[in-house]
């Protein structure tokens, strides 16, 4: 498409990105440390759709991937945000979902979980209007988050 972006640091670090395509919109980057000991790269779709009439919910799709120089590679994947108030109140961002950290070299998993106790089902939709349907807890706040590491072993997966 002829976008780019091309950059260098004073301590050797490059940048290089490009939006490869328009429809849908998808974008891709290169960042690589001086003296090869780190790389990251990156290939995502960006998209955003409205949550009612005065919200949008907008993510990228795809993984960002960390390679070191020992050859250790990270993938990170991110959950999406959730902007309230575009047309009227009180503007307000929340990251929603779960952002993923995933270390392939030790088997090792990290999720950090917003808004634990959002449920969204049906069911828990129901369950929120009938008031004798289980028990009532406390409402944690929006901007709250869970983090769960867990490490493959074997066939199974041990929380650390």
């Not at 955003?48 to 390679?67: D, F, P, W």
């Not at 070299?105 to 369950?127: H, M, Q, W």
Request: charged share 25%; proline share 2%.
């Amino acid at each position: 498409m002829g976008e780019t972006c091309q950059r260098y640091t004073d301590d050797g670090t490059k940048y290089y990105a490009e939006q490869i395509s328009h429809h849908p919109p998808i974008s891709a980057g290169v960042m690589e440390g001086a003296d090869g000991k780190w790389r990251f790269e990156v290939i995502q779709e960006f998209k955003a759709s409205l949550n009612g009439h005065n919200s949008v919910k907008a993510h990228k799709e795809g993984a960002l991937v960390i390679t070191l120089y020992d050859g250790s590679q990270y993938i990170i994947e991110e959950g999406w945000v959730q902007i309230d108030g575009l047309l009227y109140g009180e503007l307000v961002v929340n990251l929603c979902g779960k952002i993923t950290v995933e270390d392939l070299s030790n088997r090792i998993t990290s999720e950090v979980i917003f808004n634990p106790d959002n449920k969204s089902g049906v069911i828990s939709k129901v369950g929120s209007k009938l008031k004798f349907w289980g028990s009532k807890k406390a409402k944690r706040p929006s901007d709250h988050f869970d983090i769960v590491i867990t490490q493959e072993n074997g066939d199974k997966r041990d929380k650390i």
